[in-house]
């Protein structure tokens, strides 16, 4: 399978534990972004990187949110000092192109997360 | 702010009926409209998409129009069959950055 692949898929957690997702994107993809959906919601755009410089954070992401792509491959998602509000599913997608062309974002599976 | 408005929140359609969904967005730098199928557990799917240059965009049984005085666009979903059973986000993104804003969702049911 050459989608995007995330890991772990389930992940429960005590409240002030912290966290980390993994992203894989579709090889060759340079452009990797960061969502969370919340049940019955749409996906909200979190972060956003260009090969491995983080191009834009939204204001969703407070200081105990960090991310990073190391070398332009996978990202990881760091969640620190978990709260019940955190519990959302985690969507990694990926792209291929250049800034001002529009293309098309591949999800995958997502990370649902559950803090008790 | 929710950008990017979507109704309705769900559908129910016989099979072989038309869906409907519509989406109403707020700013006009975006530029962009893509829709996403999601099934449960799993991550949204791009079904199809259209730019604002265009009115309407037809895939198979799926088909876009766009009203850009009115700021609006819609799926509509021809010959619903069982299968199409999941939920429909549409979404927009801008040329500075092309991170997605989505609506809220619309649930679509098609009974066999």
């Known amino acids: 399978d050459t989608g995007v692949s995330q890991d772990p898929r389930h992940k429960i957690t005590k409240r002030g534990q912290n966290v980390t997702f993994r992203c894989d994107p579709i090889?060759?993809?340079?452009?990797l972004y960061w969502y969370r959906q919340t049940l019955g919601q749409g996906p909200e755009f979190l972060t956003y990187?260009?090969?491995?410089?983080?191009?834009?954070k939204s204001r969703l992401l407070s200081d105990r949110f960090s991310a990073e792509r190391p070398k332009g491959s996978f990202s990881t998602l760091e969640i620190q000092r978990t709260e019940q509000g955190d519990s959302a599913m985690y969507l990694c997608?990926?792209?291929?192109?250049?800034?001002?062309?529009?293309?098309?974002?591949?999800f995958g599976p997502g990370t649902r997360l559950l803090v008790l | 702010q929710q950008q990017v408005k979507q109704s309705p929140q769900s559908l129910i359609v016989q099979k072989g009926g038309i869906s409907i969904i519509n989406c109403a967005y707020e700013n006009t730098a975006f530029d962009y409209f893509p829709w996403y199928q999601q099934f449960p557990g799993k991550g949204p799917a791009l079904l199809i998409a259209?730019?604002?240059?265009?009115s309407e965009k037809k895939e198979g049984r799926f088909t876009i129009s766009f009203n850009k005085s009115a700021k609006q666009f819609s799926l509509h979903i021809m010959d619903s069959q069982p299968g199409d059973s999941a939920t429909y986000f549409c979404?927009?993104?801008?040329?500075?950055?092309?991170?997605?804003?989505f609506g809220g969702g619309t649930r679509v049911l098609v009974k066999p």
């Open positions: 997608a990926s792209s291929h192109g250049t800034l001002g062309v529009r293309e098309t974002q591949y």
């Open positions: 259209i730019r604002p240059d265009v």
């Open positions: 990187f260009q090969n491995e410089a983080q191009l834009e």
């Open positions: 979404a927009a993104s801008k040329a500075a950055g092309n991170k997605l804003t």
């Open positions: 090889s060759e993809h340079n452009r």
